[in-house]
């Protein structure tokens, strides 16, 4: 099953906005997509709820998991989304 573990690139974590983004591009993909951190059980990347309870701050890596066709390309599109500062995107 492929993997890629991520370290969150938004300096105030992945708060409300950013895990909101990162719901919506989830729930487009072709394939289920789970996000674990710390050795918790994975939750559903589709659920805003459970991806904000991960309480994942600035740099903590995550690691997202998904399986079939089209996995390696949604772990990787949603590792770009992770990776990326959100917060500064803001202020430009």
Known sequence: ???????????????ARPATVFVQTA????V???????????V??????????LGAGHGDP????AEGDGAEAALD???ALL??????QKKA
């Open 27 to 30: 729930t487009s993909q072709p």
């Open 77 to 79: 599109e949603l590792a």
């Open 44 to 53: 559903d990347a589709r659920s805003l709820l459970s991806v904000l309870a």
């Open 1 to 15: 099953m492929p993997q890629r573990v991520v370290a969150i690139g938004s300096r105030s974590g992945l708060h």
């Open 32 to 42: 289920k997509v789970t996000i674990a951190r710390d050795g918790r059980d994975p």
């Open 83 to 88: 990776s990326r500062d959100h917060d500064a």
């Open 62 to 65: 995550v690691v997202l998991t």
